[in-house]
């Protein structure tokens, strides 16, 4: 075994969230030369893949993206936040930042464009952080996620900002 075989994290499936995008307003450009756009995100669900604890099933009941797009216009910075209640009325503060490539695909999502599809995974790479107060839902906390997202845009037009979530799991190998 070399010694770039060990010591790296493994990641386990751990939670799919789809949050829908609601009213987007465009702010401009900013003091930093980044352009911002505000997408509100009201909507959608959290939850947990089979056998991930600790487990739970989360309605997403307030949240907004504060998008900015680097001078270049190569890549844009996600930047959302909201809360989510569990199916047993405990609320989750969520907080994901994620680096999106700017591909062609992307960018008729997110100016409307009438053509715009569904993009896959691969675009927007990102991690979550969690808060919460109910104390069966604490590990979360404590943990690392990261992820993969994607955009998708159903027959009437709108769009879902789906991310599935891997828990960061520290290597236990010694050199």
Known sequence: MSDLDHGFPDLQPAIISK???????????????????????????????????????????????????????????????????????????????????LEPSLRKLLTGAPDAETIPFGLATGHYKYRVGDPGLKELENNVFVGNARIIKNDSGVMTVETRQSLVISSTVMD
């Open 19 to 101: 949050i829908h995008i609601g009213e987007i307003q465009i702010l401009g450009s900013l003091h930093d030369s980044s352009r911002t756009i505000h997408f509100g995100m009201p909507t959608g669900t959290i939850e947990t893949v089979p056998g991930f604890e600790p487990a739970f099933k989360a309605e997403v009941n307030f949240g907004a993206d504060w998008m900015s797009f680097d001078a270049e216009d190569k890549f844009s910075r996600v930047n959302l936040r909201g809360v989510a209640k569990t199916d047993k009325g405990h609320s989750i503060d969520y907080h994901y930042t994620a680096v999106a490539k």
